[in-house]
């Protein structure tokens, strides 16, 4: 199983070990590359100013975020055609259906960019270029690949003439129209052929050879060689990849109505579901897709994990048809949580109208499979997504659950996606997004914004204030906007412009819409008065942001007329997307707000670091829920024992906020040889030299201390390729090597520096 995803930038962390692994796959696999062009493919990504090309690499990549092939597409706007500078897969990869798969997707998104076609060098199938049998059978093989879907060589062209007499296997230039018929003319066509020659090779093709090719170029229009290996002319209609429907991925809980309650006054009823499926599913928008399963740590990464343990027991334990309200809310202790378990529901739940019985733990848990199923596919390049889910989850904190909530799936799948890029989380439900606010509170990486009705009248009450804005690092990363009990659908549309704006200046990777049809008019839980033209307007206005959105449903309860709406709301968030206008490149990351101060190191451990560790180790998605718990130990053992623990650590702070800390150690029946267990650093505070930093501060505590020896242990798989160039730049060589040490396919390298006295 594999995923193909779009890069176009190195802002990420998961975008830049992906590059990381590209480059070793191109570097294996075109050995006569010249090393100056795969090292420049991060720039090229931001830069398309110097490289006079937009960059865009693709990656094929497995469940473990390894890339197994990749594919690089340049793009002239200047001269609207699209240019396949390379694709290939790893070595020993190649089959399995990446190569089609991923060249799909190029096309795809080079129809979508405006391409009036797409070329690419392919080496001859000719024995006079081709003299050697076995190199001409491999060209063969692949302009037989090409053919399957249209793409030939362009026919009366000397495009193929060695640049140096005596050279073979010159390369064609072959044309993939796209699913066009006409084809550009010969001015174009010359125009087109000297921006390839200039951009690609202008420093070293002969002089004069460029003119001598544009010139050969006669046809008007130009013409492809004819079939050669597919008897019937190829029909492969390609699909722009912005373009809304007829295949918008749309992930329903099959679950979900395992958990109803028919208590009086539960609004939170199964027919919700039935009610929106019915109706959407009659404007051919969606392709129903089957969920699958994912790691509880995408879970533990947003959410305490003694809540997610406290909820799964709490509901196994309780008997079938009966339920569990909190009523007792005593004051959080730590270290003391009641013991009998109606009293320490309260000490987890912020209300007293959320159940816990048999049921609700297995339905929450599939709501966050399904808005991860639709999260993974917006990862893959899909323009929009729809996780149909109850229960919802924007009221879970990260230690509290309630208001029908118990796991945030928003807030889940925003922070699998901020591996990738950076998240706007948009909240346009009736009532206040407490629990994305909190979980997201302290981070500059996804910024959260809420429409909701005024807390002083509304649900949740105790949040939601204008005047939360954030804190640490994450201030200015929150944007409430409360509005008045009684407002019109005019008034409405101006606060979600406002937030638009907001989230246009942050420009994010993927928009995350936690969407609410409870502001509609006559819902029992709300007091505004939008219809279904109204909610026609407001989809169309987030349509045409043009942002890769997430759609997960929250609220909307007048069962009666909440299917049309949402089918309203749909058919307007299609037309937006149909015109929106690609958005420019950010060339480099935005600066963050003020208020982020200077680094304060501190080598003291505090109790409040065993959980500032702990979520700190989470949210990088990048360890295992076993690695957190490790590395929450060592911290653990540090605060309760001291130096008799072994472990020493360096902790960096920004704003009273752990950004990034070590851990290290001398090894035990040593004198002078230490261990390096951990650098971890905060996603959104990466490759700004706080990992260096940490290094280097390491180091001279080791050597203050009679440290000789630097020792560091880490995966020899490619997932950790960025880690063992982090250490090789500092100066750390590979001593050993353990293959198939931790699993089959996952050995372990070890480090090893010698410091200066």
């Given amino acids: 199983m594999f995923r193909i995803r779009k890069i176009v930038d190195d802002a990420a962390p998961a975008n830049r070990s992906a590059i990381g692994q590209a480059q070793e796959i191109i570097r294996a696999q075109f050995p006569g590359l010249p090393a100056s062009k795969i090292d420049t493919l991060p720039e090229q990504l931001h830069d398309p100013v110097r490289f006079r090309f937009r960059t865009v690499l693709f990656v094929a990549e497995d469940s473990q975020d390894r890339v197994r092939a990749c594919a690089v597409l340049l793009y002239a706007p200047d001269q609207h055609f699209g240019y396949l500078d390379l694709i290939t897969a790893a070595p020993g990869k190649t089959g399995g259906g990446m190569g089609g798969v991923l060249y799909e997707r190029v096309r795809e998104d080079a129809l979508a960019m405006g391409c009036i076609g797409l070329f690419f060098e392919c080496l001859p199938d000719d024995p006079e270029l081709s003299p050697d049998p076995e190199i001409r059978k491999q060209n063969a093989n692949r302009l037989r690949f090409y053919e399957r879907f249209g793409a030939r060589p362009i026919a009366n062209t000397a495009y193929e003439t060695p640049m140096r007499p005596g050279d073979t296997n010159p390369p064609y230039l072959v044309l993939d129209a796209l699913g066009r018929t006409d084809m550009p003319s010969r001015a174009k066509a010359r125009a087109i052929v000297r921006a390839i020659l200039e951009r690609s090779y202008g420093d070293i093709c002969p002089p004069g050879y460029i003119d001598m090719v544009v010139a050969s170029i006669k046809d008007d229009p130009i013409q492809l060689r004819p079939p050669k290996y597919v008897r019937k002319e190829p029909q492969r209609e390609v699909k722009p990849i912005r373009v809304l429907g007829p295949h918008v991925p749309l992930v329903v809980n099959d679950k979900h109505s395992i958990h109803h309650m028919r208590d009086r006054g539960y609004v939170q009823a199964p027919v919700r579901i039935s009610s929106i499926l019915s109706e959407i599913m009659q404007i051919g928008l969606f392709e129903q897709i089957q969920p699958r399963r994912f790691s509880d740590r995408h879970i533990r990464a947003v959410h305490d994990g003694a809540l997610v343990d406290y909820l799964e027991k709490a509901c196994r334990n309780v008997a079938p048809g009966q339920s569990i309200y909190p009523y007792v809310f005593?004051?959080?202790?730590?270290?003391?949580?009641?013991?009998?378990?109606?009293?320490?529901?309260?000490?987890?739940?912020?209300?007293?109208?959320?159940?816990?019985?048999?049921?609700?733990?297995?339905?929450?848990?599939?709501?966050?499979?399904?808005?991860?199923?639709?999260?993974?596919?917006?990862?893959?390049?899909?323009?929009?997504?729809?996780?149909?889910?109850?229960?919802?989850?924007?009221?879970?904190?990260?230690?509290?659950?309630?208001?029908?909530?118990?796991?945030?799936?928003?807030?889940?799948?925003?922070?699998?996606?901020?591996?990738?890029?950076?998240?706007?989380?948009?909240?346009?439900?009736?009532?206040?997004?407490?629990?994305?606010?909190?979980?997201?509170?302290?981070?500059?990486?996804?910024?959260?914004?809420?429409?909701?009705?005024?807390?002083?009248?509304?649900y949740p009450y105790f949040s939601g204030f204008k005047e939360e804005t954030g804190i640490g690092p994450g201030a200015g990363y929150n944007l409430n906007i409360p509005l008045p009990e009684t407002i019109t659908p005019d008034d409405y549309r101006a606060a979600l412009k406002t937030a638009l704006n907001r989230v246009a200046r942050f420009d994010p990777t993927y928009l995350v819409l936690s969407v609410g049809f409870d502001t509609a008019r006559g819902d029992p839980t709300g007091t505004w008065v939008n219809r279904a033209d109204d909610f026609q307007k407001i989809g169309h206005m987030l349509g045409a942001t043009g942002y890769p959105l997430l759609a997960i449903q929250e609220g909307g309860y007048r069962v009666r007329t909440l299917g049309v709406n949402a089918r309203r709301f749909f058919m307007g968030l299609a037309d937006g997307a149909a015109v929106a206008k690609p958005r420019p490149r950010r060339r480099k990351p935005a600066p963050r707000p003020a208020g982020g101060g200077e680094i304060v190191w501190r080598d003291t451990a505090e109790h409040s670091d065993i959980e500032a560790v702990r979520a700190l180790v989470a949210e990088t998605g990048f360890f295992k829920t076993e690695e957190v718990a490790i590395a929450t130990e060592l911290v653990t053992e540090r605060v309760n024992r001291g130096p008799a623990s072994g472990y020493d650590f360096i902790f960096a702070q920004d704003n009273g906020s752990l950004v990034g800390y070590a851990c290290f150690g001398l090894i035990a029946g040593t004198q002078s040889s230490y261990d390096l267990y951990w650098i971890v650093v905060r996603p959104g505070r990466q490759r700004e030299g706080v990992g260096r930093a940490l290094l280097a501060q390491a180091e001279a505590a080791i050597t203050a201390a009679g440290g000789k020896q630097v020792y560091v242990d880490t995966s020899t798989t490619e997932l950790y390729a960025p880690t063992r160039r982090f250490y090789r730049a500092a100066e750390y060589r590979k001593i050993a090597e353990f293959p198939d040490f931790y699993?089959?396919?996952?050995?372990?390298?070890?480090?090893?520096?010698?410091?200066?006295?």
């Fill in 330 to 458: 005593p004051i959080r202790n730590a270290a003391r949580p009641p013991k009998e378990r109606t009293v320490r529901a309260g000490y987890y739940c912020i209300d007293t109208f959320t159940p816990l019985n048999a049921n609700a733990f297995l339905a929450a848990r599939r709501a966050v499979d399904c808005s991860m199923t639709a999260a993974e596919r917006v990862l893959e390049g899909a323009p929009a997504a729809y996780a149909l889910v109850r229960p919802p989850g924007h009221h879970a904190e990260r230690r509290a659950f309630g208001g029908f909530c118990y796991f945030n799936n928003a807030g889940i799948a925003a922070n699998y996606l901020s591996r990738y890029g950076r998240v706007a989380v948009l909240d346009i439900d009736y009532h206040h997004g407490n629990g994305t606010q909190d979980i997201f509170y302290e981070r500059s990486d996804v910024l959260t914004v809420s429409i909701h009705g005024h807390p002083s009248f509304a």
């Fill in 743 to 757: 699993r089959a396919g996952d050995g372990k390298a070890i480090f090893l520096r010698t410091l200066a006295a």
